[in-house]
């Protein structure tokens, strides 16, 4: 548990303390913002499409020589990015620092999961999301201080230290099973999957950057969706393919993941809507914000090994229906946010989305693993990571254009407002209208969780049943 709780920590602690130095990379390297920011595009690009790949080798393979090569790769990256000479060096140093990234990241839950029997399963895997709480939330205060004191290579720097106790963990703690049977890597499976995230995702940055429906922009899409397509053929048509398809027909492994989807792609989308509420219609200073944002992932970190608990002991489903309830009341406490709005109200209202997705996350992914077969762990904790990736990256895109959209309507539109107030009365109308969106997608997930826990009870009483 702990070479796996070093190994999420790193990784996430370094994928939120690259924020605070871009505007300190800007001036550095007397680059633009456009430019800059592929510094983090390179790093998220890169993890996402190879998270699944890693998995699929670490089941043929076996986990710890890949996931302690993972910890080599990431700190040798670290050492590389802090002496870039140009920034285009160091996007590609911080491409080699995701390659190990997705090494450690793809197989922690995994690794897990075989250690732990199933009555503590949920409280590892809680434990493990409190780390990645734990690294959100203290990443861009390390970095700011790093910054103010030395300079900005050493956010990369402090990882050497970290990631060479992390190496001597894994070697000296994590076992090292040996998968049974000679296994083949899908290549074309891989290719063709690498193609259809890497369109999808640019297509989604150049999305926000410019329009999602900017020639460009459809045309990611369209071979997005046909290289995906390929791909589904291919696992079909294969021996060996990067994942069975027939993990999907259990129903509530594939209701698990529906579900997962959802709340990452309202909570990234809630949570970058956010800055601009605070900043621009209740006037606080960036500090301010980024404690205030602080909410969510400390509720998170602190409930997610209690969820974990309670739903070894009482069921995964039951616990996870539970955080979407708590979800969907902060949901709908934040659709009523006004120009008003004290700090004690904020966080009142705030509170019990960090809440909710720390009780929903540590049984839903103990579901998932739990489903899973012991030699598909490796490829099933990529897609845990993938889709986690993927619904925060669309989740980021949709709602920030509905926002934007909204507040054009409203801007248009014959409502009283005028004034130095204008502005921000449209924003928070937008704002209004966006997160009741968020609602209903979070009543889905319910609805749907509802009914995996439906299926789940029948399943238990039909066995029950079963004359032995």
């Given at each position: 548990m702990a070479a796996v709780a070093m190994g999420i920590f790193l990784a996430t602690i370094?994928?939120?303390?690259?924020?605070?130095?871009?505007?300190?990379?800007?001036?550095?390297?007397?680059?633009?913002?456009?430019?800059?920011q592929w510094v983090i595009l390179a790093y998220l690009l890169t993890l996402a499409t190879l998270l699944l790949s890693v998995g699929r080798l670490a089941d043929m393979r076996g986990k710890k020589p890949i996931y302690g090569t993972g910890f080599f790769v990431f700190t040798a990256g670290s050492i590389l990015c802090g002496f870039a000479p140009t920034i285009y060096w160091l996007i590609f140093f911080r491409i080699v620092q995701a390659v190990g990234a997705t090494m450690i990241l793809a197989l922690g839950m995994a690794i897990v999961t075989e250690a732990f029997p199933a009555s503590?399963?949920?409280?590892?895997?809680?434990?493990?999301?409190?780390?990645?709480?734990?690294?959100?939330?203290?990443?861009?205060?390390?970095?700011?201080?790093?910054?103010?004191?030395?300079?900005?290579?050493?956010?990369?720097?402090?990882?050497?230290?970290?990631?060479?106790?992390?190496?001597?963990?894994?070697?000296?703690?994590?076992?090292?099973?040996?998968?049974?049977?000679?296994?083949?890597?899908?290549?074309?499976?891989?290719?063709?999957?690498?193609?259809?995230?890497?369109?999808?995702?640019?297509?989604?940055t150049l999305g926000q950057q410019q329009s999602f429906?900017?020639?460009?922009?459809?045309?990611?899409?369209?071979?997005?969706?046909?290289?995906?397509?390929?791909?589904?053929?291919?696992?079909?048509?294969?021996?060996?393919?990067?994942?069975?398809?027939?993990?999907?027909?259990?129903?509530?492994?594939?209701i698990s993941l529906a579900t997962g989807f959802l709340t990452f792609f309202t909570i990234a989308g809630t949570i970058i809507l956010m800055p601009f509420y605070l900043e621009n219609n209740l006037g606080y200073g960036t500090r301010q914000v980024g404690l205030m944002l602080a909410v969510v992932p400390i509720a998170m970190g602190v409930v997610s090994p209690i969820s974990g608990s309670l739903s070894d002991r009482f069921g995964s489903r039951v616990i996870a229906?539970?955080?979407?309830?708590?979800?969907?009341?902060?949901y709908y406490a934040i659709s009523q946010l006004k120009l008003t709005t004290t700090m004690l109200e904020y966080i009142l209202r705030f509170l019990p989305i960090g809440l909710g997705m720390g009780v929903f996350q540590s049984p839903n992914n103990s579901t998932i693993m739990g489903h899973a077969p012991r030699n598909q762990l490796g490829v099933v904790s990529g897609m845990?990571?993938?889709?986690?990736?993927?619904?925060?990256?669309?989740?980021?895109?949709?709602?920030?254009?509905?926002?934007?959209?909204?507040?054009?309507?409203?801007?248009?539109?014959?409502?009283?407002?005028?004034?130095?107030?204008?502005?921000?009365?449209?924003?928070?109308?937008?704002?209004?209208?966006?997160?009741?969106?968020?609602?209903f997608i979070i009543l889905v997930a319910l609805v749907l969780s509802i009914w995996g826990l439906l299926i789940e009870r029948n399943l238990q009483t039909y066995k029950k049943n079963i004359p032995l």
């Open positions: 370094d994928s939120s303390i690259i924020n605070v130095a871009l505007p300190t990379l800007v001036r550095q390297y007397k680059t633009d913002f456009a430019t800059v503590e399963r949920g409280k590892a895997l809680g434990f493990t999301g409190s780390m990645v709480s734990i690294g959100i939330v203290i990443g861009p205060t390390i970095g700011g201080i790093i910054i103010d004191a030395l300079s900005w290579n050493w956010i990369f720097f402090v990882n050497i230290p970290v990631g060479i106790i992390g190496i001597w963990m894994v070697v000296k703690f994590v076992p090292n099973l040996k998968p049974i049977g000679k296994q083949r890597f899908d290549v074309p499976g891989a290719v063709f999957l690498f193609i259809s995230l890497l369109s999808l995702l640019i297509g989604l429906i900017e020639f460009r922009v459809l045309i990611l899409f369209f071979i997005s969706i046909i290289f995906f397509g390929i791909f589904i053929w291919q696992e079909f048509h294969t021996d060996q393919p990067m994942i069975d398809l027939d993990l999907f027909k259990n129903k509530i492994f594939s229906v539970l955080g979407l309830i708590i979800l969907l009341v902060g845990l990571a993938i889709n986690r990736t993927i619904g925060q990256t669309i989740g980021i895109a949709i709602l920030g254009a509905l926002w934007a959209s909204r507040i054009i309507f409203y801007s248009n539109s014959s409502i009283n407002a005028s004034g130095t107030n204008a502005v921000s009365i449209y924003q928070v109308l937008a704002l209004h209208d966006t997160f009741i969106i968020v609602f």
